[in-house]
């Protein structure tokens, strides 16, 4: 991302070095070659007053209007950057403090275990059942703050990552595609809000899908690019779920998707197994509004 502001930034320099020069070049001799032979010498002031004026404005407006837009997308950028070292902060205080916490409750627990031995009651089982819940839940939410430092190496990347620490800390296989050719957003605010829909769509599969296997892909289809996270799990109830925002989370993925102007898609498998989440964003290389990536593929 920021390599890529850097060579435009080279390519707007050297035009704002090069570009009057040569214009100063091309206009000298047009008016010495030509049109000094051809007009009288008021008018080749006029018409050299006029076109130096018209390319002037012309030129300025292009190269502020160049500008203004690098300027937005800096800002927007340190947005998201911002924004991922709060959750980069967050989870720092989170392993400082709660998870630290819990993990003491954890160890007492256990000990109280040992010493009560046979005098063990349903209240003391539920209380350590519910510690050992709160303390996964922390650490898994641990990664999923943390997985957006990863953004700077590329979204492709981060995805990657986010994928292999689900398999590991989950134990459900996992696989990582994305087709050769892709393009990944430049925006990086799109990047963001993709891997948090990711990160999303497989904390409900480790939650509620019930799943043993799970396929992250993403893939272009001319200007349209997927991404799309499926399951082979117990599917999803449609009737409750968007509408009514309840614990899968797909009212949050809906906004997030929103936000960018992409569109998410839900679907469920037949016979009611297996649930597909897939965004479709509409993706641009003209301009620099998306670049490529090579093909990467983790397995598992």
């Known amino acids: 991302m920021q390599e890529d502001g850097r060579a435009r930034f080279r390519r707007l320099r050297w035009l704002t070095i090069l570009g009057p020069t040569l214009f100063m070049v091309f206009a000298e001799s047009v008016r010495y070659y030509y049109l000094r ?26 190269i502020f209007a160049v500008i203004s837009r690098m300027e937005k997308e800096r800002n927007r950028y340190r947005e998201s950057m911002m924004a991922l070292n709060e959750r980069e ?14 993990a003491v409750i954890k160890w007492k627990l256990h000990r109280l275990d040992e010493v009560w031995g046979d005098l063990k009651t349903r ?20 990664y999923d703050l943390r997985a957006g ?15 292999s620490d689900f398999r590991r800390q989950t134990g459900i296989a996992a696989d990582w595609h994305v087709d050769q050719h892709t393009v990944e957003p430049k925006d990086p605010r799109v990047s963001v809000q993709i891997l948090r829909i ?6 409900n599969v480790r939650k509620h899908a019930e799943a043993s296997h799970v396929l992250v892909e993403a893939r272009q289809r001319g200007q349209i690019l997927c991404v799309s996270v499926g399951d082979d799990g117990r599917g999803v109830d449609r009737s409750t779920t968007v509408v009514e925002g309840n614990h899968f989370g797909l009212l949050v993925m809906q906004e997030r998707a929103e936000s ?7 679907a469920t498998g037949a016979g009611g197994r297996g649930t597909v989440v897939e965004i479709r964003l509409r993706v641009v290389e ?15």
């Open 198 to 203: 990711v990160q999303e769509a497989l904390a």
């Open 89 to 102: 902060r967050l989870a720092r205080e989170m392993h400082d403090g709660l998870a630290q916490d819990l």
């Open 286 to 300: 003209r301009g620099g509004e998306a670049h490529r990536k090579g093909k990467t593929s983790v397995g598992g």
């Open 149 to 163: 430092t990863h953004l700077h190496e590329g979204l492709w990347q981060a995805i990657a990552i986010q994928v």
């Open 37 to 62: 032979h051809v007009l009288a010498p008021l008018e080749v002031s006029a018409v050299a007053v006029t076109v130096t004026m018209m390319a002037t404005g012309a030129f300025s407006t292009y």
């Open 123 to 142: 209240e003391l089982m539920e209380t350590r059942q519910l510690v050992e819940r709160c303390y996964g839940e922390v650490r898994h939410n641990l």
């Open 260 to 266: 960018v102007g992409a569109q998410l898609d839900i």
